[in-house]
């Protein structure tokens, strides 16, 4: 009998790896065909030093992104234990490393949770879902926005559709308690209902806020892609290039990725919502891939320094 667990995961890696293939195609027609890929490199040469100067405050502000989902997902747990603050931040870029080779960046909680006492990883798991979910409103709200601002044309079902939406995702979020009535009412998730319970904790001014800090951290993350699109010589507006930017970000999230595969999908998207403002493709891809670099390589790489320091740790404790 086929196991459909296997059938799942087999059609998911087929998506991906399509999805792969797709755009790296459409960079391949875009840029390297009409031998513009050199470009890409000598775009880096260009740079003034205003430019580098922007570039160094994108990496400041990456500090500042990360901190601010540090300080949310702190206010998360705090319900189930107080860590401080730097351990915190240890714990949400442990997470990102984790959260690179799942699609769609869905087990962050993996590496978090590393950092939580025994006990309480299961509930930490939910309470950062809360925040993920957060995030998804945010992305989707702004996603939905620039959408009807892009489009030549806007049908009235658009609208609806976007606007049901969003209205979906907020009421799920600011009735976040409710997943714990759906995993009463499926039997093979009841198990995991003692844990879900702390999302009963939650009141409306408390995931207020935690949307607050997901709205500030999304407006960062968007104004550190304007800033490197100004960098690398892409002349548009603020409005435009922020709601542009919106438009990349929601496309990312509903494709599955992962690091690998993200490389080719990052390119493909931002040339995709900006060739109609610039032809200089090689300076798109260049503030793409560099924002990527600051905002989740770096955060990666030291991630895992701190996933190993901790293990090392915790062995020598035993």
Partial sequence: MINKNRIKHFSLSFL????????????????????????????FTFLST????????????????????????????????????LKAYKAVWSGV???????????????????????????????????????????????????????????ILIVILLILLNLLLGILFFNVSIFTILLEKIKWLDKFKKHADILREYNKSELLRIYFYSLIRYLTYAIQYFLLLKAFGIEV????????????????????????????????VVIFVFEKFSSNFAALLAAAYLLWLINIIIPTIFGGIFILTLKRNNQEKK
């Fill in 97 to 155: 490393t984790i959260n690179n080779w799942v699609p769609n960046r869905m087990a962050e909680f993996l590496g978090r949770i590393f950092f939580i006492t025994k006990g309480n990883k299961a509930k930490a798991v939910f309470s950062t879902l809360v925040g993920n979910l957060s995030n998804m409103l945010i992305t989707f709200l702004f996603g939905s926005i620039a959408l009807l601002f892009w489009l030549d044309k806007i049908s």
């Fill in 237 to 268: 507006n603020f409005f435009t290039g922020i709601t542009g930017v919106a438009l990349i970000f929601v496309i990312q999230s509903v494709l599955p990725a992962v690091t690998f595969t993200e490389i080719g999908i990052r390119g493909a």
């Fill in 16 to 43: 991906k790896i399509l999805i792969f293939v797709a755009t790296l195609y459409y960079l391949y027609f875009k840029v390297i065909s009409t031998d513009k890929f050199n470009d890409f490199f000598h775009q």
């Fill in 50 to 85: 205003n430019d580098y100067l922007i570039i160094a405050s994108v990496l400041i502000l990456m500090l500042v992104n990360w901190g601010i989902e540090t300080l949310k997902w702190k206010f998360l747990i705090s319900k189930i234990e107080d860590i401080k603050f």
